[in-house]
C-alpha cells in the first residue's frame, strides 16, 4: 500500500461507483480505498452512507455528489433485477423514458406536484449537511455534473467536462478520461496532506 496509512474513504454516485473494470479512476490512486459509492446514489443516500461509514480511520474522504433531481428511494422498482442499480434513486427524465407504468406515475408527479425551486433548495440542505459531517476530515468534493449553479464547495474538483469530452462505461469515462481524473484527484490529495 502507497500513502502511507491513509485511508480514504469515497461515497458517490456512478461516477466513483466499482464497475469490476481495472481502470477507475479511484483504482489509481496509490492509498487504501474504502469505496461505499453506488450507482444512482441521490443526495440523500450519499449523506446515509457517510453518515454509516465515516470513523477515525478515515484520513481523507471523497465526495462524488449527483444530480439534484434524483429522487429517493430504497428499492428501484425499473431496476429490481439488476444486481448494481436495484438499489438505486430515480433520475427524473430516465424514468420518463422508460414508458413504464412508473414513467406515467412520473409523468403525474412532474406535473401536479414537482417544483424545482425546492428540489434544489433540498438538494442544496443535504449538501450543507454533507460538509457539517465531514467538516472534520480532510475532504474533496467532485461532480460529474454541472454544479455551477447548484452549491459551492471548498475543495472541489469537477468532472464534468471529462464527462464531456471522454463519456465511457466506467464511472462514466473511457480510459484515458478515468486516468485523467485519478491524476487530478492525486494532486488535490497531495496539496492536503502537505
Known amino acids: 500500500m502507497s500513502g502511507g496509512q ?3 474513504l469515497i461515497a458517490g454516485d456512478s461516477f466513483s461507483s466499482d464497475f469490476n473494470s481495472s481502470y477507475e479512476w479511484w483504482k489509481k490512486i496509490p492509498y487504501q480505498i474504502i469505496n461505499v459509492s453506488q450507482p444512482g446514489s441521490s443526495e ?3 449523506l446515509k452512507s ?9 484520513s481523507i ?3 462524488f ?12 422498482l425499473l431496476h429490481i433485477e439488476s444486481n448494481s442499480h436495484k438499489k438505486s434513486c430515480y433520475v427524473i427524465a430516465d424514468v420518463i423514458d422508460k414508458k413504464t ?23 442544496k440542505k443535504i449538501c450543507s449537511e454533507i460538509e457539517n459531517i465531514t467538516n472534520e476530515f480532510l475532504t474533496i468534493h467532485c461532480s460529474g455534473f454541472d454544479y455551477t449553479n447548484i452549491y459551492k464547495f471548498n475543495n472541489f ?9 471522454y463519456k465511457g462505461n466506467t464511472c462514466h469515462l473511457t480510459e484515458h478520461g478515468n486516468q485523467l481524473l485519478a491524476d487530478r484527484i492525486c494532486q488535490h490529495i497531495k496539496k492536503l496532506l502537505v
Open 50 to 58: 457517510l453518515e454509516t461509514n465515516l470513523n477515525n480511520n478515515i
Open 44 to 46: 440523500f443516500k450519499i
Open 101 to 123: 407504468e412508473i414513467s406515467t406515475a412520473m409523468s403525474y408527479y412532474i406535473k401536479y406536484f414537482y417544483n424545482e425551486k425546492f428540489v434544489l433548495w433540498t438538494h
Open 157 to 165: 474538483i469537477s468532472a464534468n467536462d471529462l464527462f464531456i469530452k
Open 65 to 76: 455528489h449527483t444530480n439534484f433531481n434524483r429522487i429517493y428511494t430504497e428499492k428501484n
Open 61 to 63: 474522504v471523497i465526495i
Open 6 to 8: 491513509d485511508r480514504i
